[in-house]
């Protein structure tokens, strides 16, 4: 499978954004998904997951912030992402796994910035 992150840009604090994750080569339903970012000298983190059953989970940091979703008919990850600040500002991957979890394949990522 491969994946491509879009979506990313620069934005003002408080405003909003929608990355998307396009798979192909892969089982797109059978597959769990996940967003995760990294900023400049820090681990990467995890943000959001979604299950094969649409189930989610959130990083704590989201507080309400951001929605994942799926699209299995267009093979798409979603990330809406509102109310964001400056310390949201990381590059953004999408990732996907068969075993429960993702991490079997990475994309390239999409950069967000978020000024003040």
């Known amino acids: 499978a491969q994946l491509e992150e879009s979506g990313g840009g620069l934005v003002q604090a408080g405003g909003s954004l929608r990355l998307s994750c396009t798979v192909s080569?892969?089982?797109?339903?059978?597959?769990?998904l996940g967003w995760y970012r990294q900023a400049p000298g820090k681990e990467r983190e995890m943000v959001a997951l979604?299950?094969?059953?649409?189930?989610?989970r959130y990083a704590d940091f989201v507080k309400g912030r951001f929605t994942i979703s799926r699209d299995n008919a267009d093979n798409t990850l979603y990330l809406q992402m509102n109310s964001l600040q400056p310390e949201d500002t990381a590059m953004y991957y999408c990732?996907?796994?068969?075993?429960?979890?993702?991490?079997?394949?990475w994309g390239k990522g999409t950069q967000v910035t978020v000024s003040s």
């Open positions: 080569g892969g089982l797109f339903s059978s597959a769990s």
């Open positions: 979604i299950s094969r059953i649409s189930n989610t």
């Open positions: 990732s996907l796994g068969y075993g429960g979890y993702p991490g079997d394949v």
